[in-house]
């Protein structure tokens, strides 16, 4: 995941309460077992003692909200009396956290955010298209580009030459397309989208494929499935754009632990594991991508900056902090990490990853 919108944390000083639930709304009793939830949750902070005004700022804001439509999950996170991270879940988390730390735990953050990376769906025509930008919040942005449309129409009336007519046509709709890739490039730059979804006219779309530029097509899948028109089936192409981000995560899982294994083969200096090696590169600055497996209840020491991590005093000593503190390795290392604008990713059991954590390095 790209961290880029978790760094206001490392500007937040702790303690932090951070919260991770099911916030379903798919039963006749929803509201009931929300309720439910949230007493829990302020039972398990209170019992850690954490400070009220926090719990009752993140009790305050989820029970104000908009429940969600069927299954959701909902991350939040305070410090003295303020929510400083908000973030609704594509589903809900795996087990119900609430923890009262230091620092701050976002780790299912990045496990959901996966289900949902930032990208685009774009219906297409021969006059332009509807994209839509899908954030890792659930929240969608549309936009549209709107082609001429004068010589496309006249393809119905005649009246001219056919010859010439069909050539302006053909004309007109490429400089319709082309001034649709131009958005998407523009889009995927601003974005950091990691998918682009075509969907619409068959010709219109394979066209647009080819418009566009070798890092976007990349990303790129056309789906037979919806269309720009009115009436078209929406929930065929919703279905198919799961399938299609559930099979980009997986894929991505899979390059990422190849690239880890042929890079510890090699000897390239490129790739740490364990909690030595991943913590040195993280105090460093030189961690692309951390990746996280099962630490466990493990610990490391850190300062008062957000990169100063290490497994021993003298390690953190050489950093400039005399006066370490033991932390949680599942909070520490991803915090340092989005402090060292790396990218992180919980990893599944296709790889073992030593202490529960890899690195992939900017430089040997």
Known sequence: MDTIGLRPLTTTTGPFVSVHFDESHDTADAAKQLRLRLREIEAALTEQGADAPSVAAILRIVEAGTPPVGRAGRSVIAAHGEVVADRRLPAPPATQEARYSDLPYFLPVITHSADAPEHLVVLVDRLGANVEVHHPDGTTREETVQGRDEEVHKARTGGVDH??????IEETVRHNLEDVAAHITKTVERTGARLVVLAGEVQS??????????AVRRITTETEAGGRAAGAD?????????????GWHLAELDDLAERVRTELGRGSGLAVVGLE???GALAEAN????????PGNAEVLTGPQPA??????S?????GATDPTPHRADEALPFAAVAVGADVVVMD???DLPDGFAALLRHS
Do not use: S
């Open 315 to 319: 390690w953190l000593a050489a950093l």
């Open 163 to 168: 010859r010439d007519l069909q050539n302006r």
């Open 277 to 279: 090696g991943v913590t």
């Open 349 to 351: 059991e296709r790889i």
């Open 308 to 313: 100063q991590v290490g497994v021993t005093e």
């Open 287 to 294: 961690v692309v991508t951390l990746l996280v497996g099962d």
């Open 205 to 214: 779309r394979a066209e647009l494929h080819n418009l566009l530029p070798e």
């Open 234 to 246: 929406r929930a065929e192409l919703d279905e198919r754009i799961h399938e299609l981000i559930a």
